[in-house]
């Protein structure tokens, strides 16, 4: 079991940043891949971000996030972090953390442990 507690969440003007945390618990946490997802109202949610549990921690992007957003993860503090740069209105959405995928890491469905998220708004 893990249980995933999203904090950094705000209300932040187009041209910011922010910087998410998640803090796992559970299971080691050095042993399972982690991701970022979000939903924003009246949409699926959707892949943000990934980072592999081994080695050097390889990381993916979805393509609207790439440049402006950095996925990293702290093993000793169990805590994985979002640092969003560079923010825009389409960011909006509530921020989710993800671990332990079972399949595609890009894919909703293959994630087993979820956070409660964390509301991002950006404003003009």
């Known amino acids: 079991q893990v249980r995933l507690v999203e904090s950094g969440g705000g209300l932040v003007q187009a041209g910011d940043s922010l910087r998410l945390s998640c803090a796992a618990s559970?299971?080691?946490?050095?042993?399972?891949?982690m991701g970022w997802f979000r939903q924003a109202p009246g949409n699926e949610r959707e892949f943000v971000a990934a980072?592999?549990?081994?080695?050097?921690?390889?990381?993916y992007y979805t393509d609207s996030v790439k440049g402006r957003f950095t996925i990293s993860r702290d093993n000793a503090k169990s805590t994985l972090f979002l640092q969003m740069n560079s923010l825009k209105l389409e960011d909006t959405a509530v921020y989710y953390c993800a671990a332990d995928p079972r399949g595609g890491i890009r894919s909703t469905a293959s994630y087993l442990y979820w956070g409660q998220g964390t509301q991002v708004t950006v404003s003009s």
């Open positions: 559970g299971r080691t946490f050095g042993t399972y891949t």
């Open positions: 980072i592999t549990w081994n080695g050097s921690g390889a990381t």
